[in-house]
């Protein structure tokens, strides 16, 4: 059974639980992509990625963390910043199955506060291009020489004209 956990409704002390699962059981794509990028080891890019968020959410199967995802402000009015990591246990099929057929309320959700979200991606990474494309996101540039090891990377988008900030709500 695949349960969804609002970060702001987790202790503390269970979240660290969470993402020290997380980070020792990270998929080899997921570790690759933040040594191509930031190098930092998966525990603290995991709690960093969280506390830049103002939305994350803990995907469990069957009480066992195997994604987390979540989006954070930019420098750009309007766009956010969409990460996602997870386990190996998220691509088995029964597991993404029951993500997929979730998820994209929670997309909907971050839309509601950016109408554009968007990130970077390692071109080595396969199976979490697959998800993107599934979730209606589109790559739209390639980044040649991109992070610290200088590898190719595109730049994804994910843009819903529908959706306005919540600030500009009444």
């Known amino acids: 059974?695949?349960?969804?956990l609002d970060l702001r409704e987790v202790?503390?002390?269970?979240?660290?639980?969470?993402?020290?699962?997380?980070?020792e059981n990270l998929?080899?794509?997921?570790?690759?992509?933040l040594s191509a990028t930031v190098g930092t080891p998966a525990m603290q890019a995991l709690v960093e990625s969280v506390i830049a968020s103002q939305r994350a959410w803990i995907i469990l199967a069957d009480e066992e963390p195997v994604c987390i995802f979540g989006a954070a402000d930019t420098e750009h009015p309007g766009a956010g910043c969409v990460w996602?990591?997870?386990?190996?246990?998220?691509?088995?099929?029964a597991v993404a199955l029951s993500i997929c057929?979730?998820?994209?309320?929670?997309?909907?959700?971050?839309?509601?506060?950016?109408p554009l979200l968007f990130n970077f991606i390692d071109a080595r990474n396969q199976k979490s291009m697959r998800w993107l494309a599934w979730g209606g996101f589109q790559i739209i540039e390639a980044l040649?020489?991109?992070?610290?090891?200088?590898?190719?990377?595109?730049?994804?988008t994910r843009y819903d004209p529908q959706c306005a900030p919540l600030s500009s709500q009444p």
């Open 144 to 156: 040649p020489r991109f992070g610290r090891e200088g590898r190719l990377f595109f730049t994804f």
């Open 1 to 4: 059974m695949i349960r969804y």
């Open 101 to 114: 057929r979730s998820f994209h309320a929670y997309l909907a959700e971050l839309h509601q506060l950016w």
């Open 27 to 33: 998929r080899p794509s997921d570790v690759d992509e």
């Open 11 to 23: 202790d503390g002390g269970t979240l660290l639980g969470y993402l020290g699962h997380l980070a």
């Open 84 to 93: 996602m990591m997870g386990t190996p246990r998220m691509d088995e099929r």
